[in-house]
């Protein structure tokens, strides 16, 4: 989702954590330990549940997304999203292997979108709107 642009400190300050890189600076996953072993476990097991939700505290990522619609390919879902003025992107966004693993890179791959701390509530509940009439 797109709005004006904010400096990179002005991003990045809402949901740092004091000694802690940005998501974007480091490949390690920080505060997501039990939903990395859950995702790893369900994947490992051949039995991947049909969503998921990531929470937590403030400064661990979770504001990009990557997911898949049922019934939907990515272009579809990018597609729609951006008939209603809402920015998101279809690809395997470097996890190559994984999307390949999935058996979702020759159908696209994935949907990704950002969510961050200078989006507006507005802006969320459009995005949300958006996916359930796809899913309607």
């Not at 995702?39 to 504001?63: C, N, Q, T, V």
Request: charged letters at 25%.
């Amino acid at each position: 989702m797109a709005r004006a642009a904010r400096s990179e400190e002005e991003r990045g300050a809402a949901d740092a954590i004091p000694g802690v890189a940005p998501p974007r600076e480091t490949t390690t996953l920080v505060g997501q330990e039990a939903a990395e072993r859950t995702l790893l476990d369900a994947y490992r097991s051949g039995r991947m549940h049909h969503g998921w939700i990531f929470a937590g505290e403030r400064g661990i990522g979770k504001a990009t997304l990557a997911f898949r619609l049922a019934g939907r390919s990515p272009l579809e879902v990018c597609e729609h999203m951006s008939e209603r003025g809402i920015f998101v992107a279809g690809g395997d966004f470097y996890a190559t292997t994984l999307a390949d693993r999935l058996g979702i890179n020759a159908t696209g791959g994935f949907v990704r979108a950002g969510l961050a701390p200078y989006n507006t509530e507005e802006e969320v509940e459009a995005f949300l709107e958006a996916l359930e009439e796809l899913v309607s």
